[in-house]
Nanobody, 121 residues
Framework: QVQLVESGGGLVQAGGSLRLSCAAS????????MVWYRQAPGKQRELVAG???????RYADSVKGRFTISRDNAKNTVYLQMNSLKPEDTAVYYC???????????????WGQGTQVTVSS
């Protein structure tokens, strides 16, 4: 069974930093693009940042220059370094893998359970 597990969320003051991690477990052979999304109360889920296996990245305009996404393919892990956090960054952050190939087959659109990030003013 393949799972995505996020960690690193928490409560931080405005201007502070957090680093989120998302590790994929299981007999994984390859993972396509990995993406961080977030969903604030009463709002739709939105893309925050994504990274391809080769390291190409994309960011939402609202986080450019403050957040950095990276991945360690050997560890099947994606990271989101969040600096200069603002109260409007408060949300549940979800990890997504566009597709995962593992020993038992393949999964498309895999999601983690989410991790809460709260930024106080």
């Amino acid at each position: 069974q393949v799972q995505l597990v996020e960690s690193g969320g928490g409560l931080v003051q405005a201007g502070g930093s957090l680093r989120l991690s998302c590790a994929a477990s299981g007999s994984i052979l390859s993972i396509n693009a990995m993406v961080w999304y977030r969903q604030a109360p009463g709002k739709q889920r939105e893309l925050v940042a994504g990274v391809t296996p080769g390291g190409s990245t994309r960011y939402a305009d609202s986080v450019k220059g403050r957040f950095t996404i990276s991945r360690d393919n050997a560890k099947n892990t994606v990271y989101l370094q969040m600096n200069s956090l603002k109260p409007e960054d408060t949300a549940v952050y979800y990890c997504n893998a566009e597709s995962i190939v593992y020993s038992g087959g393949a999964i498309r659109d895999a999601w983690g359970q989410g991790t809460q990030v709260t930024v106080s003013s």
